[in-house]
């Protein structure tokens, strides 16, 4: 028996349609804030000036711009979808340079490969805490004396999502790693901005989380393009 070849391939584009998730969607919108930002911290460079530099340095906890917050985390909770995580996130790294962790925030896998580099012709150590609500439990903490020195673990979160990154011999050097279970995230630049894409047709909680100010969620039903807002105040 003879077939039509154009009715067989608009069967298999039908069985394609079908083995593939609900028609993948997006979630987006913008982290703001409102009322007083709170104030830098302020930190004596008392050592080590020729690298790290004179005066004091401002840690920025906060950083809002025209209402809009910044480094945020926005993440679906809980989701079944094909999205994967990046190589950056699986295999994350820090880099102390100008006694200064770069990057100052990232997100990476929980149990991802970190590597920490000592850019600096000084000694830098660091010292990372898992964060657990109001309490902090040490991760790792090694002496890197030399430059070129590079330190490799894994990031093993227990029961928090934040890592905070210090240098006992710096005391004005701080930075941060959120420990993601899911690869649906984004994080938010000086816009407030967030776009969270690959998101099959469902509804969900999404997360918005600030390492300082913590966190905020919201029911979104997603079919095609949907939106979500979240407001933080001090």
Known sequence: ?????SVLLGMAAAVGLMAT???AGSISGTVNFKGDVPPVGKYAITKNPEICGTGTRNVEWVRVKG????QA?????????PKKFSDTATNAKSNQKGCEFLPYLQVVKNGAAFEALNSDPVLHNI?????????KRTMFNVSQP???????????????TWMKLECDAHDF?????????TPYYEVTGNDGAF????????EYEVVAYHPTLGKQTATVKVSGDSKASFTFTQ
Do not use: C, Q
């Not at 028996?1 to 070849?5: L, S």
């Not at 010292?127 to 309490?135: L, M």
């Not at 030399?146 to 227990?158: A, C, E, S």
């Not at 050097?173 to 279970?181: C, D, L, P, T």
């Open 1 to 5: 028996m003879k077939v039509n070849k």
């Open 21 to 23: 998730p609900a028609m």
């Open 67 to 70: 209402g809009k917050l910044s």
């Open 73 to 81: 985390v926005v993440y679906i909770a809980k989701i079944d979808g």
């Open 127 to 135: 010292h990372t805490y898992e964060i657990i609500g109001r309490a």
């Open 146 to 160: 030399d430059k070129g020195f590079v330190y490799n673990d894994k990031i093993k979160m227990r029961r928090g």
């Open 173 to 181: 050097m701080h930075g941060w790693v959120f420990a993601a279970k």
């Open 195 to 202: 776009k969270i894409t690959e998101v099959p047709d469902g």
